[in-house]
């Protein structure tokens, strides 16, 4: 499984993007996974770490071809549209903008952070009941909302539920030393400071409408068979280290 650069991320968590904005998010380290170029100073779309039609039937091979090359791109570039505009804000000393240009950073940048996590916990499905195996993992949800069912319930209509376009996310909030369930609204509203994202779920239409139309509950539903837990695992015991 391809994997996250510690380093590459905590450059962003720098920038004020919300849920994202908090250290040791992950520890896993792969060159392919690499988030940004220092040599032309710019942030880079990783490849997905599985085939396109890896998780067919219950994500199609369409979705991510459109999902990871154009949407998730777009936000890569956005991002590095919005930092080069602060950049020039500073050299010129026009701050004129700057609350546009920082909206725009937020945006993009906590977008792309949330894509590149999204695709790296998920996996091709397996047969069988998908659940976390990890103890440590196991205990934390039980502790935080009774049972694995009481957290599948909970993650689930609260991803079904988000207002207009956005994102349910397991984050680790180090302060309670608990899991919660988190609504995003576009990528970066809703925001709970110092949580560290575990686990997210993208619902804007054009994770799943292409095979699941207006049925986003359904598409959540099936999601589920996807996960890789064994990620999920690893970023959560990489939050509390």
């Known amino acids: 499984m391809s994997s996250l650069h510690r380093r590459d991320l905590l450059k962003l968590s720098a920038g004020g993007l919300g849920v994202l904005a908090t250290g040791g998010l992950f520890n896993r380290s792969v060159a392919s996974w690499k988030l940004y170029n220092n040599e032309t100073k710019a942030y880079e779309l990783p490849p ?9 039937p219950h994500i199609d091979e369409q979705t991510m071809r459109l999902h990871h090359d154009i949407h998730h791109l777009g936000y890569v570039n956005g991002l590095n549209t919005a930092l080069a505009k602060l950049d020039e804000a500073r050299t010129s000393g026009d701050y004129s903008l700057v609350k546009h240009w920082s909206r725009e ?3 993009h940048g906590a977008g792309h952070l949330l894509h590149v996590l999204f695709w790296n916990t998920m996996a091709p499905a397996t047969s069988g009941d998908n659940r976390p195996t990890d103890t440590d993992l196991n205990a934390a949800l039980t502790e935080s909302f009774g049972s694995f069912e009481n957290f599948k319930k909970h993650f689930t209509a609260a991803s079904s539920a988000v207002e207009g376009s956005g994102w349910g996310i ?3 909030e180090p302060i309670g030393n608990r899991l919660v369930v988190l609504q995003a609204e576009k990528h970066q509203d809703l925001t709970q400071w110092t949580s560290v994202p575990l686990l997210a779920i993208d619902v804007w239409e054009h994770a799943y409408y292409l095979k699941y139309q207006n049925k986003r509950g359904e598409y959540v539903n099936n999601w589920f068979n996807v996960i890789n837990w064994g990620a999920v695992a690893e970023n959560y015991n990489a939050a509390r280290s």
């Open 105 to 107: 950073m937020a945006f």
């Open 48 to 56: 997905l770490p599985y085939a396109y039609d890896a998780l067919e």
């Open 170 to 172: 397991l984050a680790y």
